[in-house]
DNA sequence: TAGATTGTTAATCGATTAACAATC
DNA sequence: TAGATTGTTAATCGATTAACAATC
C-alpha cells in the first residue's frame, strides 16, 4: 500500500472501518466493480468525499471504470492492520469484558487477545474464550515475555489510574477504554479510543427530549 | 432552561455528557464555582469552546466570576433529559446485551428499561435486572400497552431490518443500534445512534500500525 | 473513439479559536 | 473600584463538497 500523507485525519481514519465493511459485504453479494458514486449512494456518502479518503493511501480507482471491490478491500484489509494482528490483553473480566471477548472476532479486526486479567476471586482461573483469567499481580510478569501492544480496560474508573500507569511502565502504549478515566489528559502521547457507552447513551436522551 | 438555538450541532451534543460528568466529579470534590479556563484546563479543551458550547444552552455564567457548578450540573441534568426519563425495551439478550443492562445505570442517563426480547429458548423466562425476557412475538402486544420510546438492539445484522420495521410500525423512533445495520440509510427521520464496537477497535489497530 | 469515472484543485461550509466590549 | 470572566462577534482552521482536466 502507498501512503501518501503522513497525517491522516481522525475523520478519515473513522470511515475507514464502515467502508471495509462495506466492501465485504459487496465482495459477498459478487459486486467486483463499483464507482464512487454508486458506493457513495450505497454508502449515504458523496462520491467527492470517498475519493478524497481513498486518495489518503493511494490510487486504487482507474478511470472510466471505478474501483475493484478485490482489490480496494484487500488495500483497506492491509490499511487497518487486520494483515498483521497485534497483541492486546484485557483487563477486568467483569460483565462488560467478558461481553466483548464473547462477543466480537478480535482476529477480524487485526488483534490477537493473549491475556486476562481480574483480581476477583470468582473468577481467576476460570477461562474466557480458551484464555484463563490472571490475577493483575501478574501483569509485569506477563508483559515482559508477552510484550502486549493494546490494553482493553474494562475496569472501574477508580482503579484505571495506577493500573495505567502500570501498563505504560510495562511498556503498552494503546488503550481501548471503557472506563472513565481520561487516559489522554495524563498521557498525551498515548493511543487512546474511548468508548464511552453511557456517553453515547445520553445523546439520545438529550435528541428525544429535545425533539419533542 | 433557555434554549437559544434550534439546531444544536452534532459536535456540541457529543460533548454535553462529557462536561455533565467533569460537572459531577467537581460536585463531589465539593468545588462549587469553576471559570471557562479552569474547567478547560481539567478537560483538556479551550475556554473558548466551553463559553460557546454551554451558550447553545442559555447563559449560565457570570462575568467575574465564573459558574456555578451545582446550576450548571442541575442545567445538564435537564438539558441532557435525566430529569424526564423515557422508556426503553432491550432486543437480543446474549452476551452483549445481558452486559449492558447490568453493567451501566440507565436511569442516571435518561431511561428507564421496561422490557427485553429474545427468541432463544435459553433464555426467554429467565430475568435480566429483575425484567423476565419475552420472545420476539410479542413484541406489538407488549409496545402496545408501554409504548416504549427507544429499542437497544444487540442483534445479528440479519436480524435488524425486520425487527426494525416492525418497531418503527410500533412507534419507535429513536434506536441506539450495536448492530451493522444500517437504520439511517432506510429510515433517515429516525433518531440513531450507532455503537460500532469493531469499528472503534479497527481505528486503534490502524494506528497502531501507522505509528510504526 | 466516446462515455465514464477517476484524482486533484478550488470553493464552500462548519467548527474551533481568538479577541474584546460588557459587566459582575 | 479594579480584576476577572463572561457572552458574543470576528478570524482561523479543517473538513466536506463541487468542478474539471486527465485518462481509461
Redesign the pocket.
Known amino acids: 500500500m502507498t501512503v ?1 500523507a503522513d497525517m491522516i ?4 481514519i473513522r470511515r475507514l472501518p464502515r467502508y471495509y465493511r462495506f466492501l465485504y459485504d459487496l465482495k459477498q453479494n459478487g459486486v467486483t466493480r ?6 457513495a449512494k450505497r454508502m449515504g ?5 470517498i ?5 489518503c493511501f ?10 475493484s471491490v478485490d482489490q480496494l478491500y484487500d488495500a483497506l484489509y492491509h490499511i487497518l492492520g487486520v494483515s498483521t494482528p497485534s497483541s492486546a490483553i484485557l483487563l477486568g473480566a467483569g460483565n462488560l469484558g467478558r461481553a466483548l471477548v464473547n462477543h466480537m472476532s478480535f482476529e477480524n479486526k487485526g488483534f490477537k487477545l493473549v491475556g486476562v486479567f481480574d483480581d476477583s476471586d470468582a473468577l481467576v482461573g476460570s477461562k474466557i474464550h480458551d484464555i484463563t483469567v490472571q490475577p493483575t499481580t501478574l501483569l509485569e510478569e506477563f508483559c515482559k515475555t508477552h510484550s502486549p501492544q493494546l490494553a482493553i480496560l474494562c475496569i472501574p474508573k477508580e482503579t484505571a489510574p495506577g493500573l495505567v500507569e502500570r501498563l505504560r511502565q510495562c511498556g503498552v502504549n494503546a488503550f481501548w477504554n471503557f472506563s472513565h478515566y481520561d487516559i489522554a489528559l495524563r498521557y498525551p502521547d498515548a493511543l487512546v479510543e474511548n468508548v464511552h457507552l453511557g456517553d453515547s447513551l445520553m445523546t439520545l436522551s438529550y435528541r428525544l427530549n429535545r425533539n419533542e
Chains 1, 2 share one sequence.
Open positions: 501518501k485525519s481522525m475523520s478519515v463499483i464507482s464512487s458514486h454508486e458506493l456518502l458523496t462520491a467527492s468525499q475519493r478524497q479518503d481513498l486518495n493511494g490510487e486504487f480507482g482507474q478511470q472510466g471504470y471505478g474501483y
